[in-house]
């Protein structure tokens, strides 16, 4: 079956320091992989997501590009704020088609604290 | 307003109760989707729903029954809660046509005493 496994945490950085979660799969086919990320007391809002190997996904400072040949999909930013702590989570979807069709098989969640 | 509503935020019940999670979604989507969330195990899917006649266990769906009474509405039923059932849930949404990623609600912390 399919399965993510991520970095467990949690991570402590201080401001401006360079982030990397890594974050590796097992999926039959071609899936989409995804990087999503909760904040404290909210539902999980999608930072980023890749649907085809070498596909690089960034948003708000962050990247992740979709390694095929190693099955990974790490989280960078180059120089992280106290409002990136937040708990990040990998995900992917077995269905080439982006939208999570049978739904999402994720990663156990990666506790990022960013100190001033 | 949020696109996926989810009622209600808290809940606190007794062993052996009926419980029933609401979600309504203002984004016209086709699919939905609960599941819950607990320390360190990450999200996992209970059922989903393509559309309003077709229902779909998940990976954990023992102990659980959903309902999709309209497009927009999906309710969780645990038909006699157990203290393991302590979580965090969440509904999501997609749409297929749109090919986007699923759209989360807030979540549903349900505390079984």
């Known amino acids: 079956g399919n399965s993510v496994t991520q970095m467990e945490g949690p991570v402590t950085l201080s401001e401006e320091a360079f982030l990397t979660i890594n974050c590796t799969y097992t999926?039959?086919?071609?899936?989409?992989l995804f990087w999503y990320v909760q904040y404290p007391g909210e539902g999980l809002q999608l930072l980023l997501k890749?649907?085809?190997?070498?596909d690089k996904g960034s948003n708000k400072g962050f990247e992740a590009t979709y390694r095929k040949e190693t099955t990974s999909f790490h989280l960078e930013k180059g120089s992280v704020q106290v409002s990136d702590s937040a708990v990040y989570f990998c995900a992917l979807s077995d269905q080439d088609s982006g939208g999570g069709a049978d739904g999402l098989t994720f990663g156990k969640g990666t506790h990022l604290i960013i100190q001033p | 307003d949020a696109d996926v509503t989810q009622t209600p935020r808290n809940r606190i019940t007794k062993t052996g109760k009926r419980i029933m999670l609401e979600c309504s979604q203002t984004k016209g989507h086709d699919r939905m989707y609960w599941y819950r969330q607990d320390p360190g195990l990450g999200l996992r899917l209970i059922y989903y729903?393509?559309?309003?006649?077709?229902?779909n266990k998940g990976e954990i769906s023992d102990g659980y029954s959903v309902s999709r009474q309209a497009q927009a509405k999906f309710s969780l039923s645990l038909e006699s809660a157990i203290p393991n059932q302590t979580a965090l849930y969440f509904c999501?949404?997609?749409?297929?046509?749109?090919?986007?990623?699923?759209?989360f609600g807030d979540g549903t912390r349900l505390s079984i005493l």
């Open positions: 729903s393509f559309d309003v006649k077709d229902i």
């Open positions: 999501a949404t997609s749409d297929l046509v749109s090919n986007q990623p699923q759209h």
């Open positions: 999926a039959t086919g071609y899936p989409s």
């Open positions: 890749a649907t085809k190997a070498d």
